[in-house]
Nanobody
């Protein structure tokens, strides 16, 4: 098992930047595929960005491509989501997820989830 704790959310104005952190506890963190998802009120949870198993590649949702970046620090058991040029439509609860298998864009494919951190962007 792995425990995930997100942090770094907050209320910012459009155009601002935030960096979210996901700290994991558990064995063999570096062997998991990691991803960020988000869920706005009244909407389904959607994929934001992902890091492949073993950290070989990254991928992003079209809506955030060019604005967001994902990175990981295995020594600190931490995954980051750098969010730049934030828009009002980015407002959501952001979740960190882990999968002990190949990477995926589907929430149902992930095994472990954090409790989420709120990101609110005012226009």
């Amino acid at each position: 098992q792995v425990q995930l704790v997100e942090s770094g959310g907050g209320l910012v104005q459009a155009g601002a930047s935030l960096r979210l952190s996901c700290v994991a506890s558990g064995r063999s963190f570096g062997s998991y595929a990691m991803a960020w998802f988000r869920q706005a009120p009244g909407k389904e949870r959607e994929f934001v960005a992902g890091f492949s198993r073993f950290g070989g590649s990254t991928y992003f949702a079209d809506s955030v491509k060019g604005r967001f970046a994902i990175s990981r620090d295995n020594a600190k058991n931490t995954v980051y989501l750098q969010m730049n040029s934030l828009k009002a439509e980015d407002t959501a609860v952001y979740y960190c997820a882990a999968r002990r298998d190949a990477s995926s864009r589907y929430a149902t494919e992930y095994d472990y989830w954090g409790q989420g951190t709120q990101v609110s962007v005012s226009s």
